[in-house]
């Protein structure tokens, strides 16, 4: 009897366990990161575990203006300039070009299925074939598009979302490229969508928070913030958080394609009275804290429980649009000024610095065994 209570004990750890593997890791796939932050509800977390001490295997640079963020897929990194150019290295760091789109693009991109994602400048949505190196459909919005694009399923099939500065957020048809719903918001769409369900999250320039049924293209709720929110919310569970211009960063639960709880978990300017506190990059969410760029040098730890702080560490750079990505127990956190710092999550101690001499905007992308810095000069950093 004893034994059988055991093993039923042990049965319900590895569950638990298990089910908070699943929150946590959300679709990212193991080995890939193919999409930006890593997943499509764009909580910033993975499950890679990352050495105390990394170390530089290799470092390639192509000395173009990049702002995109780099993903991993298939074992290649991918990279894309804001001349346009797409470029894949292998683990050894040797690089090919790609394809050359041959126009200005700022947006980072993803891959699904050996097809490739990105907004343009210009306001062209395009898909790429990896494969055949051809461009399959593109598709034209009447503003430029700045935040990546994202994927959402509806029907059992794969939808596209993407923001334009036209004020409208499109679904597509990832397969044949056609418009399958237009949802106009009169104001700039900078950010990415997050996806909870098949719903889709995301803000605006108007201050105002939305979440539209991607199926209908219709919106079930809206929540209108302090101050524009210039970055993309971060969802865990049933948990979405947005950071705005004022330094607050919101919580806002959802249930049943609502907004069903709001507060304001924190406001970072009530800290930073004499500086710059406005918030531009994302927060990332976990089990149990929310960590967020703050002030003008500073990254914070607050427990999601209450929103108290847990630490709060002044960084070695300027703070910027680059959002901190955590790794199991640690933090990496990039500054605008080519800090590349990594933290231990739960105390808030520095364990790790490297200085990149060249500004980063971009987000870092992690696999297992590995994770690579894209500065905006166009230098890709691949450490252990």
């Not at 397969?175 to 996806?195: C, D, L, P, S, W």
């Not at 959002?323 to 000024?337: A, E, G, L, M, R």
């Not at 870092?364 to 994770?371: D, E, M, S, T």
């Amino acid at each position: 009897m004893k034994r059988l209570q055991i093993f039923v004990l042990l049965v319900l750890c590895l569950f638990s366990s298990c089910a908070v593997v699943s929150e946590l890791q959300d679709d990212n796939l193991a080995n890939d990161w193919a999409i930006f932050r890593g997943s499509p509800s764009l909580c910033g977390y993975s499950e890679c575990s990352i050495n105390s001490a990394p170390k530089l295997l290799w470092s390639k640079t192509v000395s173009t203006r990049t702002v995109a963020s780099p993903i991993v897929f298939d074992g290649m990194v991918y990279t894309l300039d804001r001349k346009g150019k797409l470029r894949s290295f292998t683990e050894n760091g040797d690089s090919l070009l790609v394809y050359d789109f041959k126009t200005p693009i700022e947006a980072s991109f993803i891959v699904n299925d050996t097809i490739l994602f990105v907004g343009r400048i210009d306001g062209f949505v395009n898909a790429l074939s990896l494969k055949s190196k051809r461009v399959i459909w593109q598709y034209e919005t009447l503003g430029q598009v700045s935040g990546s694009p994202n994927l959402i399923t509806v029907d059992g099939l794969p939808n596209l979302l993407v923001g334009s500065y036209d004020g409208s957020m499109y679904v597509f048809d990832a397969q044949k490229g056609t418009k399958k719903k237009q949802h106009e918001t009169g104001y700039y769409i900078n950010g990415t969508a997050a996806v909870w369900g098949k719903y889709m999250v995301f803000g605006g320039c108007d201050t105002w928070l939305r979440i539209v049924d991607s199926a209908t293209g219709t919106t079930t709720d809206s929540l209108q913030l302090d101050t524009y929110l210039p970055a993309s919310p971060a969802i865990l569970g049933d948990i979405a958080y947005e950071a705005d211009y004022n330094g607050n960063i919101h919580e806002i639960h959802i249930a049943n394609g609502r907004f069903s709880q709001h507060r304001k978990l924190v406001s970072t300017s009530e800290d930073n009275k004499n500086e710059d506190s406005g918030l531009v990059s994302m927060p990332t969410a976990t089990r149990d804290a929310v960590f967020a760029l703050t002030g003008e040098r500073y990254i914070s730890c607050f427990e999601r429980s209450d929103g108290s702080l847990r630490w709060k560490k002044m960084l070695r750079g300027i703070t910027g649009e680059s959002s901190p990505i955590v790794c199991d127990d640690k933090v990496i956190v990039c500054t605008k000024d080519g800090h590349v710092s990594l933290f231990d999550a739960q105390s808030g101690e520095e364990l790790w610095h490297y200085e990149a001499g060249e500004q980063i905007i971009a987000s870092p992308a992690v696999v297992p065994g590995r994770f690579y810095i894209l500065t905006s000069r166009g230098t890709l950093l691949c450490f252990s």
